[in-house]
């Protein structure tokens, strides 16, 4: 069963940072791209990143670049968010997530709460 | 950044009854369409990738169709389950952007 657990998440202050671990298992981790998206409260859905399967690729959405890592460790099938400079609206369910065919997001964790908040 | 637009944004209504929801892409994304289902306080599950293709386990009464930049999601035979809120996402260019949601209430 294709599994992915966030951790991480919590309170911090606005200009804080943070990081979220997200532990894959269920499939091979290694030949997946993955991702991070996340859902303000009572709002729509945000892509934030994706990572190649070695690496060596990101990408990232305008409003976290320069201020938000993606990064994974294949040994230890974990991906990872390094949030740094965050913001109020930083405020979210931050999601770990799996592209499939056609680097479609297939299967998601189950969310971890970040708050940004003085 | 290629916008996503739903529409409804809300909908009611009763079970057994056929619904569509359509998104409408700012530019030609070809078939690089997926449809999600969300519920409250969970994690959103794939439907549909590639405008068309249903994924493993998802009943057979969710259909998507479309090409380019007109895209709908129809749900045949409405279940109690269906009632949830649905969003498209583009994977056609990075960064890839979701449709705002549509709500599906019980009528």
């Known amino acids: 069963e294709v599994q992915m657990v966030e951790s991480g998440g919590g309170l911090v202050q606005p200009g804080g940072s943070l990081r979220l671990s997200c532990a894959a298992s269920?499939?091979?981790?290694?030949?997946?791209?993955m991702n991070w998206a996340r859902q303000a409260p009572g709002k729509g859905l945000e892509w934030l990143a994706n990572?190649?399967?070695?690496?060596?690729?990101?990408y990232y959405v305008d409003s976290v670049k320069g201020r938000f890592m993606i990064s994974r460790d294949n040994a230890k099938n974990s991906l990872y968010l390094q949030m740094n400079s965050l913001r109020t609206e930083d405020t979210a369910v931050y999601y770990c997530?799996?592209?499939?065919?056609?680097?479609?997001?297939?299967?998601w964790g189950q969310g971890t709460l970040v708050t940004v908040s003085s | 950044d290629i916008q996503m637009t739903q529409s409804p944004s809300s909908l009611s209504a009763s079970v057994g009854d056929r619904v569509t929801i359509t998104c409408r892409a700012s530019?030609?994304?070809?078939?690089?369409l997926a449809w999600y289902q969300q519920k409250p306080g969970k994690a959103p599950k794939l439907l549909i990738w590639?405008?068309?293709n249903l994924h493993s386990g998802v009943p057979s009464r969710f259909s998507g169709s479309g090409s380019g930049t007109d895209f709908t999601l129809t749900i045949n035979s409405l279940q109690p389950d269906d009632f949830a809120t649905y969003y498209c996402q583009q994977a056609n260019s990075f960064p890839r952007t979701f449709g705002q949601g549509t709500r599906l209430e019980i009528k």
């Open positions: 990572i190649k399967q070695d690496g060596s690729v990101e």
């Open positions: 997530a799996r592209d499939g065919h056609q680097l479609t997001i297939d299967y």
């Open positions: 269920g499939f091979t981790f290694r030949s997946y791209w």
């Open positions: 530019q030609d994304i070809t078939n690089w």
């Open positions: 590639a405008a068309s």
